[in-house]
């Protein structure tokens, strides 16, 4: 039988103790009572110890008020979930996570009186219900409670006193691994493309790549025999600020940029006459070949493009599809996620009242509201009020910067500016809607198509600090923190991205719901899920806000916990999952994700290792790992032409990027060796193109040629998946996304350089494709 372990007593201090000594004592067992690490190693091997004034910021950050003198002492006193007097500690955590191959369970229960009189009922995801009474366990250690087997799932168990209710908990039963599709069973192996969705030009779009140009590479792509199709991440960035374009800086990570949506795929866009003569006048379409023409995506030129043809869209939509007493109304959100939680009403809302429709369609944007609830709500609610607060300031980037009385999603001011703006509300819903209808029938195409796997999408660490999920739960945050990364050979004084984490035990507190609803929301829609980041499930390097990344700390997560979420979600989504996992990484990150069936991934750049011989040489097919993804490169790193011509060492030469010229010096000098460890790498496994040789060194520059061999290099791994970088098929020497900068190069806005309609008859393409499956279908 498992067992969960009883919390222990709080770390105090040793009696006798005062003063400074006692307060520092206090403070490292409140860090590690709290998961802040007091100490990490970086990538040299240096112990670098966590300043204090780091270690009192990140525990402010978390709602430790460590301040004043004696402060830690009392915090640590009243307990991880501000609990003081034994008499006041919860009975059970909020949640526990078991396997399902460590059952039967057993949890301790915190009785005070030891537990007389107290009993449990169990009620099973599907209704089945349990009984049982807290039995003494024979180590004396105290009351539990002795779980049946369960299956995977969302359980909920209650403990009684008597007739009284004393506390609830969610079971949590995760299977043993993540969902593999039959395609990579059994030493099957895929391939597919990966694209910047934003990036694909086609004849067809609105200056940037939207979901039917998705739509149309899954079915060139599967003809082709791809096995998925990979894309950046899709979630929700900033409508009102369509510049702010870095998908992995997004409002929300549980809804979707709507500038994705294909607006002349709309149903009411078939429908309007009016809609359609605007679109078709002469100035409209001069707009949009102008969009597309630009070497650049235009994410602004574009945005005043299609959003208010939207606008007309959805006013035509209301007028015939919902019915009058319908429109925009209010309602009580709902969880439509299936957990047994208790439900998330919003307050002044009523039951519901009203949501019928006219016609089928209208009714199914009724449902989709109710399943979306009060997330969906909230998220409308905040884009309806950054977009009238933007309209009065133009500065106003987020709800930071809101008047305080709409900073609380529950107050009576943004309870009264819902209202007022029904319509406009409910828009944002009806964009969403959209965009989902659509993405969705993406992946029905890819398996009307027959992709093994079929959309590959991406999940960010986390969201811009003044966006829509921060704002509809502002307390499940550090705001007071970003995460980042310590220093490293390109940052010596390590990373700050902005990004507020989620506090560890405000997840916990919850029951990981939040984490579970992200999980869906990327995995509804998808075949494979690319976690951003995978170590952030064990821990995640803080970094105090308003400081620097010198005083920031590694913070721990409950690793076991999300781990065994992620494999559930992934058995009930049909989602294979991808850990992203480069750098430092701990051991046991790593053998959790093999142990639950994560992919790793692994870039041909960093695959080498040391001999005596030769140097640091590239791992032959043969030695990589069957559970991975394999890839070339990354949207970060160097495009196959620009690590061959050194385009992006160059551009951080210009841009004055490089720590020291020491540092400069020995990367560009380690580049050139690594192009040749490249070429003898081809070479011994017979793939090196006529014209190319490690000594004397050729070719020069990149050629078509030289790209296939690599790609067939990789191809014969033995890794379950291989994705393709587009730019790599077409020669780009520029890179997506380069690290360090924001607005010196133009990050997230490059285009691809060929349209999506002469992909099939470009020789680069068919070639490739043709190698590749021929490669990854041999046993």
């Not at 030769?614 to 032959?620: M, T, V």
């Not at 033995?718 to 690290?739: I, S």
Request: glycine fraction near 10%.
């Amino acid at each position: 039988m498992t067992t969960v372990a009883a919390q222990g007593p709080a770390l105090v201090p040793e009696e006798g103790m005062a003063g400074p000594g006692a307060e520092r004592a206090a403070l490292a067992a409140l860090c590690e009572q709290r998961g802040v690490a007091l100490f990490y190693y970086d990538i040299w091997g240096t112990r670098r110890e966590v300043p204090e004034s780091g270690l009192r910021a990140l525990l402010h950050a978390m709602g430790v008020a460590v301040d004043q003198p004696g402060a830690a002492q009392a915090a640590l006193l009243s307990g991880p979930r501000g609990q003081g007097e034994p008499e006041d500690a919860m009975p059970l955590p909020p949640v526990v996570v078991f396997g399902e191959d460590a059952q039967p369970a057993s949890v301790p229960v915190a009785a005070p009186d030891g537990g007389e009189n107290w009993h449990w009922e169990l009620q099973e995801e599907c209704g089945r219900t349990h009984v049982g009474t807290c039995r003494s366990a024979e180590d004396g250690t105290g009351p539990r409670i002795d779980l049946p087997v369960l299956p995977p799932g969302y359980h909920r168990v209650t403990v009684y006193c008597g007739e009284s209710k004393r506390c609830s908990m969610q079971v949590v039963t995760a299977p043993a691994r993540c969902h593999l599709p039959p395609a990579v069973q059994d030493g099957g192996r895929v391939w597919g493309w990966a694209v910047q969705l934003y990036a694909l030009r086609s004849r067809r779009n609105w200056g940037m790549g939207d979901f039917t140009d998705l739509e149309n590479l899954v079915r060139l792509a599967s003809r082709h025999g791809a096995g998925f199709v990979g894309l950046n991440p899709l979630h929700a960035l900033h409508p009102d600020n369509p510049a702010h374009a870095s998908p992995y800086s997004p409002s929300s990570r549980r809804f979707l940029d709507v500038f994705y949506i294909d607006v002349e795929a709309v149903a009411d866009f078939a429908e309007s006459a009016a809609v359609r003569r605007h679109v078709a006048s002469q100035a409209f379409q001069k707009r949009l070949a102008e969009l597309r023409a630009a070497e650049l995506v235009d994410y602004i030129g574009i945005a005043a493009a299609k959003l208010p043809v939207l606008e007309k869209l959805y006013d035509h939509f209301r007028r015939k599809h919902l019915s009058p007493a319908s429109r925009a109304p209010r309602r009580r959100g709902a969880g439509g996620d299936g957990m047994v939680l208790p439900p998330l009403p919003l307050a002044g809302e009523g039951g519901g009242e009203g949501l019928d429709a006219a016609t089928v369609r209208g009714a199914a944007f009724r449902e989709f509201q109710r399943s979306g609830g009060l997330a969906l709500r909230r998220y409308a609610l905040y884009e309806a009020l950054q977009e009238h607060f933007r309209r009065l300031d133009a500065n106003t980037s987020g709800w930071t910067q809101w008047p305080e009385a709409y900073r609380d999603p529950g107050s009576r001011a943004v309870l009264e500016f819902a209202e007022e703006h029904a319509e406009r509300v409910e828009f944002f819903e009806y964009l969403q809607w959209l965009a989902d209808i659509q993405l969705g029938r993406a992946q029905e195409v890819a398996r009307e198509f027959g992709m093994g796997v079929g959309l590959y999408c991406d999940l960010a660490v986390s969201v811009d600090l003044g966006g829509a999920d921060v704002w509809a739960e502002r307390d499940l945050y550090a705001c007071e923190a970003s995460a980042g990364c310590p220093p490293d050979d390109f940052n010596l004084r390590g990373q700050d991205w902005g990004l507020p984490p989620m506090l560890p035990d405000a997840m916990r507190e919850r029951g990981y719901a939040p984490f579970i609803a992200v999980l869906r929301a990327n995995m509804r829609r998808a075949g494979a899920l690319r976690i951003d980041h995978v170590m952030g499930l064990a821990r995640l390097f803080w970094v105090p806000r308003g400081g620097t990344p010198e005083a920031g700390a590694y913070v721990a997560y409950p690793f076991e916990d999300l781990l065994g979420i992620v494999a559930l979600e992934s058995r009930r989504s049909g989602c294979m999952v991808i850990g992203e996992d480069l750098g430092t990484v701990p051991d046991e990150v790593r053998e959790g994700m093999a142990r639950k069936g994560i992919l790793s991934y692994r870039v041909l750049y960093f695959s080498r290792r040391h001999t005596d011989a030769y140097g640091d040489i590239y791992l032959s097919p043969a030695e990589f790992p069957a559970d991975a993804l394999v890839t070339a490169t990354t949207h970060d790193l160097a495009t196959l032409a620009g690590f061959w011509d050194d385009v992006d060492l160059q551009i951080r030469a210009e841009l004055d990027l490089f720590p020291s010229e020491a540092m400069r010096e020995r990367l560009f000098a380690g580049r050139k060796e690594e192009r040749k460890q490249l070429l003898w790498a081809l070479q011994r496994e017979g793939l090196l193109p006529e014209g190319a040789s490690p000594e004397p060194f050729a070719p020069e520059h990149m050629t078509p040629e030289l790209a296939m061999a690599i790609q067939e290099y990789l191809a014969r791994a033995p890794a379950r998946m291989q994705v393709v970088q587009a730019e790599d098929v077409l020669g780009c020497r520029e890179q997506a996304n380069l690290p360090g900068t924001v607005d010196e190069v133009p990050n997230w806005r490059r285009k691809l350089p060929v349209d999506l309609e002469d992909w099939s008859g470009d020789a680069r393409f068919t070639e490739l494709a043709r190698r590749l499956t021929a490669a990854r279908s041999a046993a």
